[in-house]
């Protein structure tokens, strides 16, 4: 089992920037992917959408929106980071922490003036 601590949401005006920290303990596997999905307003988990995702050998992949602003970045075998720049208020939404399957309770992303 894969337990998984996330930090850094919070509020912030658009423009603004936030990182999110992601670290994992448990069954930790030496090759792994971790990353971010995240739940918009109105929108159930099943329908949360890839933020970015990372493996160990720092191959990145990004959602569409995300390219160009949010920057994904591994710290060791269990942690994560997540930087976003240029927040919008359409970025507003529950982060989830993913490790391969697993995923994090979820930290809240609000961006609004």
């Known amino acids: 089992q894969v337990h998984l601590m996330e930090s850094g949401g919070g509020l912030v005006q658009p423009g603004g920037s936030l990182t999110l920290s992601c670290s994992a303990s448990?069954?930790?596997?030496?090759?792994?992917?971790m990353g971010w999905d995240r739940q918009g307003l109105g929108k159930t988990r099943e329908e949360s959408e890839l933020?970015?995702?990372?493996?160990?050998?720092?191959?990145a992949a990004y959602g569409n929106s995300m390219r160009g602003r949010f920057t994904i970045s591994r710290g060791d075998a269990k942690t994560v980071y997540l930087r976003m720049t240029n927040l919008q208020p359409d970025d507003t939404a529950v982060y989830y922490c993913k490790y391969n399957n697993n995923w994090g309770r979820g930290t809240q992303v609000t961006v609004s003036s």
């Open positions: 933020v970015a995702r990372i493996n160990n050998f720092g191959d």
């Open positions: 448990g069954s930790i596997s030496g090759i792994n992917t």
